[in-house]
């Protein structure tokens, strides 16, 4: 058998049933592997965020995976409530004006964490003539950002976390967390954070949970709680109505 070009989705390697059974189990990934995820990234791949600190733009992360695993090889996904089947979300209460969010904007409205399970499928290999079977990668991550919409949050807290589960399993961009990135920044301007606040549960529906309009009986819309632009007051999340001449809301 040949070896494996990286770019070569590893689930392709063509296998009798007979030599599935004669390959060793392996937690460790072909040196081949080792050495692409460990490689550097292109410098357009980096990027310094507002408080001094060098950061990694999120599709080259995928990137590399896509070049390392092939597509399909891996997913990541939000971790769940078994409960409710809700995504594992946690706010860390209203964030004052005075702070600044990760674009570094006064006024962020909160502060999230999520939780993201990242998955690399087994897969065979062959090295120094013998033949593995790479039993897979299951491991868990949070991260949290601050942002003025929700989206942005889950989706930059999401990123966050893919990216630091990959420098810890994988060493991919792990230079760039040690500070060792080529014209990156190593020491950090801090911004002054608010006093702490008792963190909270709270739940992000999921498809099928919305409740229907009581005015019109049609679909609603999950709106997070925030600040009222107009009246300074907080308010609290709920449903509204998606045709907004109703103007008929739900209590989440």
Known sequence: MQALPLTQNPMNLNLTAEEKKKALDTHFLPKRMQEKLAEELPAAALSTRFDGLSSIKPIYVTERLNE?????????????????????VFTVGQTPSSRKDTEGNDGAVGHIVVGIEFVVFPFHYEENGA????????????????????????????????????????????????GLAKGGASKPTYVKQPEKVQPVRISIPTLGDTPSCPKCHGETS???????????????????????????????
């Open 222 to 252: 999950f709106v997070q709680g925030g600040t009222a632009r107009a009246t300074g007051k907080p308010y609290d999340a709920f449903y509204a109505c998606k045709d907004r001449s109703c103007r008929g809301s739900v209590k989440a």
């Open 68 to 88: 390392v695993f092939g597509h399909g090889g891996w997913r990541k996904t939000y971790l769940c409530d078994g409960s409710n089947n809700h995504y594992q």
């Open 131 to 178: 033949l593995y079977r790479f039993t897979g990668i299951t491991v868990d991550g949070y991260a949290g950002n601050t942002n003025k919409d929700i989206g942005d949050m889950l989706k930059g807290a999401t990123s966050d976390a893919l990216g630091k589960l990959c420098a810890e399993h994988l060493d991919l961009g792990a230079y760039v967390y040690k």
